[in-house]
């Protein structure tokens, strides 16, 4: 990677996104990265010894820095074309009344141009970027696909071996008297409206078509409207992860957060690893960890062997279920999952601590959303003697590390950055902090 990005690059892509997602070309990579790259290390170099802030410069400015999990500052790359595993797109009706896939900009919607998606915007993994014509060809000849379709989500998985389709509608798909919520006409026999009706009759069509155009993948679809979700086969899919000797399975599922770039994602399980492997774990016997925002517990599956016990704290009720389904899926007994607010917890446990010398817990990990933590969360880190931060937002890692000032209890060993979000302005940041020594 080249420290001096080159004029073009930069009137280019400015802050490291292309003006146009149609725009994007692979080889401006290195210079896309390297902008952010820059963009993050402004803005938290700030916090890091000296050491570590000329590792960060050194290993910034090389030509060609290597991804290790070994080194103190590490840059994972994200792989240039047909990398993202789910993806979002609008659905518009051109002036000539074409149903065209679209994407979401600036507020509004930008269709695809008339060349193949692999060509245009080689971002959504190679099996997705097949469907997309043979989808929107076969919805768009179709009334009862097409009336009313306002979206089309897709989700697949490393190996494209599965595949889920949910089509978004502003219009109901059955009648006001039929069952609304989750409808697995796979599973169950509603009404003969609900098995029998026009829209599930041609998704199906699709289903099997698509199943004997691509034999190796198995296809699932859910139609999405008001509340009412009919799902053709299952509304997820089973992610395999290979984290070192072991493989991990994950059930992610529709409308649930899972990370886009499965490589990437293998990148970052592998650096909190090696963190939790070579800084903590060898230091006491019986190390126990808290996971904050734990999702459906894609961190914790990876890092539960090394810990005696884990308490892992989500809201969102959809993930604690995918949650705990993945446990047992992976066979990880350790763990305890807790649905709640993080800032509940947070408040406990500072009242717990704050009367003892020593918590319930060793390692506190956090992956909070954009917006960074919350108030208590922030005050509950100073007890713990290492705190692993992942964050997908470095502007709200900067403020987080500012406002709870945990730089003077704490100092940063680690730090690394994901390209998660490639051709975008986001990027992902890990830091891992440890207590200092305190001397008389």
């Given at each position: 990677?080249?420290?001096?990005?080159?004029?073009?690059?930069?009137?280019?892509?400015?802050?490291?996104?292309?003006?146009?997602?149609?725009?994007?070309?692979?080889?401006?990579?290195?210079?896309?990265?390297?902008?952010?790259?820059?963009?993050?290390?402004?803005?938290?170099?700030?916090?890091?010894?000296?050491?570590?802030?000329?590792?960060?410069?050194?290993?910034?400015?090389?030509?060609?820095?290597?991804?290790?999990?070994?080194?103190?500052?590490?840059?994972?790359?994200?792989?240039?074309?047909?990398?993202?595993?789910?993806?979002?797109?609008?659905?518009?009706?051109?002036?000539?009344?074409?149903?065209?896939?679209?994407?979401?900009?600036?507020?509004?919607?930008?269709?695809?141009?008339?060349?193949?998606?692999?060509?245009?915007?080689?971002?959504?993994?190679?099996?997705?970027?097949?469907?997309?014509?043979?989808?929107?060809?076969?919805?768009?000849?179709?009334?009862?696909?097409?009336?009313?379709?306002?979206?089309?989500?897709?989700?697949?998985?490393?190996?494209?071996?599965?595949?889920?389709?949910?089509?978004?509608?502003?219009?109901?798909?059955?009648?006001?008297?039929?069952?609304?919520?989750?409808?697995?006409?796979?599973?169950?026999?509603?009404?003969?409206?609900v098995n029998h009706s026009s829209w599930v009759i041609e998704a199906k069509c699709i289903k099997e078509k698509f199943e004997a155009t691509w034999p190796s993948v198995k296809f699932n679809l859910i139609g999405r409207c008001r509340g009412t979700a009919l799902v053709i086969g299952s509304n997820f899919i089973v992610e395999s992860l290979n984290l070192l000797d072991k493989s991990l399975k994950y059930r992610q599922v529709e409308g649930a957060f899972s990370n886009p770039n499965g490589h990437v994602n293998c990148k970052a399980l592998e650096w909190l690893y090696s963190c939790a492997v070579e800084e903590i774990i060898y230091s006491k016997s019986k190390v126990s960890l808290l996971e904050m925002y734990c999702g459906n517990c894609n961190h914790t599956c990876a890092l539960a062997p090394l810990f005696h016990n884990i308490v892992a704290v989500e809201l969102n009720q959809k993930l604690c279920d995918?949650?705990?389904?993945?446990?047992?899926?992976?066979?990880?007994?350790?763990?305890?999952?807790?649905?709640?607010?993080?800032?509940?917890?947070?408040?406990?446990?500072?009242?717990?601590?704050?009367s003892q010398d020593k918590g319930e817990w060793d390692v506190l990990l956090v992956d909070p959303p954009r917006g960074g933590l919350d108030n208590a969360t922030l005050r509950m880190m100073k007890y713990f003697d290492h705190i692993l931060y992942i964050s997908c937002n470095p502007e709200s890692l900067r403020k987080n590390l500012a406002e709870s000032r945990i730089c003077e209890t704490h100092v940063i060993v680690k730090f690394a950055i994901f390209d998660q979000f490639a051709y975008t302005s986001h990027i992902e940041a890990g830091v891992y902090l440890q207590k200092k020594v305190m001397t008389n």
């Open positions: 990677m080249n420290g001096n990005v080159s004029s073009s690059g930069k009137k280019k892509y400015g802050c490291g996104a292309p003006a146009s997602p149609f725009s994007i070309d692979p080889d401006m990579y290195e210079n896309l990265l390297q902008l952010k790259v820059n963009n993050t290390l402004d803005l938290v170099l700030d916090f890091m010894t000296k050491p570590l802030q000329d590792e960060c410069v050194r290993i910034q400015n090389s030509p060609q820095s290597t991804e290790t999990v070994k080194t103190k500052f590490c840059i994972f790359r994200s792989p240039k074309r047909f990398f993202r595993l789910r993806i979002r797109l609008g659905v518009i009706r051109s002036s000539d009344g074409e149903l065209k896939f679209a994407i979401w900009q600036k507020g509004g919607l930008t269709p695809f141009p008339t060349t193949p998606p692999s060509e245009c915007y080689p971002i959504p993994a190679r099996i997705i970027c097949n469907i997309m014509p043979e989808l929107i060809n076969r919805v768009k000849h179709v009334d009862v696909l097409s009336q009313g379709l306002r979206a089309c989500h897709f989700m697949t998985t490393l190996s494209e071996g599965e595949v889920l389709i949910t089509l978004v509608y502003d219009r109901e798909l059955l009648c006001s008297a039929s069952k609304s919520g989750l409808v697995n006409i796979s599973e169950h026999n509603f009404t003969d409206n995918a949650a705990s389904f993945n446990l047992k899926l992976n066979g990880v007994t350790n763990v305890k999952v807790i649905q709640s607010d993080s800032e509940k917890v947070s408040k406990r446990i500072i009242k717990t601590y704050a």
